[in-house]
């Protein structure tokens, strides 16, 4: 009987030692909405990806949040910058996510479908994994295309869905498939 209950015992540590362990959060896709809710979701090569954790420096941490900003150019056009960054730390304090998302379409004026390249000088950038030098970005033949579906500089909100690929930064023979993306945030302005 003590043999039993040792061994009752010791199982039962095992699964509580296994379910301790700190594995990354999983997500998923954020609902396509038009309210200016803080989302930015997007499945990359499959994975889901959305904007989670908390942003610390200063003493001070704040919630990561969707940057939406309509940027106006000297030569009058208008620029979105959309960006959103995934932070997340383990129990054990010695690992640490940190990625960030971001794209930048030239010409925006209205909602519509958008094809960012880096021809038009437009931007999307990933960073998967900033200690293994881990970046993707738009150039070559690499496209985003955006769907704007709410541009209100009324009530200051910017939706949309995005899809497309991404190049590594220094090995060719990677690439970053976006599905499925979509953000919904407040927008700011900047000259």
């Known amino acids: 009987m003590r043999l039993f209950i040792l061994r009752l015992l010791l199982g039962t540590a095992l699964v509580a030692g ?5 594995n990354e959060p999983e997500f998923n896709l954020p609902p396509i909405t038009q309210d200016g809710s803080n989302t930015l979701g997007f499945k990359a ?5 959305v904007n989670y954790g908390d942003m610390c420096y ?6 990561n949040y969707v940057e939406g900003r309509l940027h106006r150019n000297a030569d009058r056009t208008y620029s979105l910058i959309v960006r959103a960054e995934y ?8 690992r640490y996510i940190s990625q960030s998302f971001s794209f930048s379409a030239n010409n925006v004026s209205k909602p519509g479908t958008y094809t960012l390249t880096p021809a038009q000088n437009d931007m999307a950038t ?3 994994d900033m200690n293994q030098n881990d970046f993707y970005h738009l150039v070559k033949n690499s496209q985003i295309t955006l769907h704007i579906t709410r541009l209100d500089t009324v009530n200051h909100i910017v939706s ?5 690929v991404l190049d590594h930064y220094s090995n060719a ?3 970053m498939a976006i599905t499925d993306g979509r953000f ?3 927008l700011t302005y900047s000259r």
């Open 173 to 175: 023979s990677k690439t």
């Open 160 to 164: 949309g869905q995005f899809e497309g």
């Open 58 to 63: 200063n003493f001070t941490c704040e919630d």
């Open 18 to 22: 296994i379910s301790a362990c700190d």
């Open 45 to 49: 090569n499959g994975k889901v990806w």
């Open 184 to 186: 919904d945030t407040k």
């Open 126 to 128: 990933m960073v998967a």
């Open 87 to 94: 932070n997340y730390k383990f129990k054990d304090e010695k």
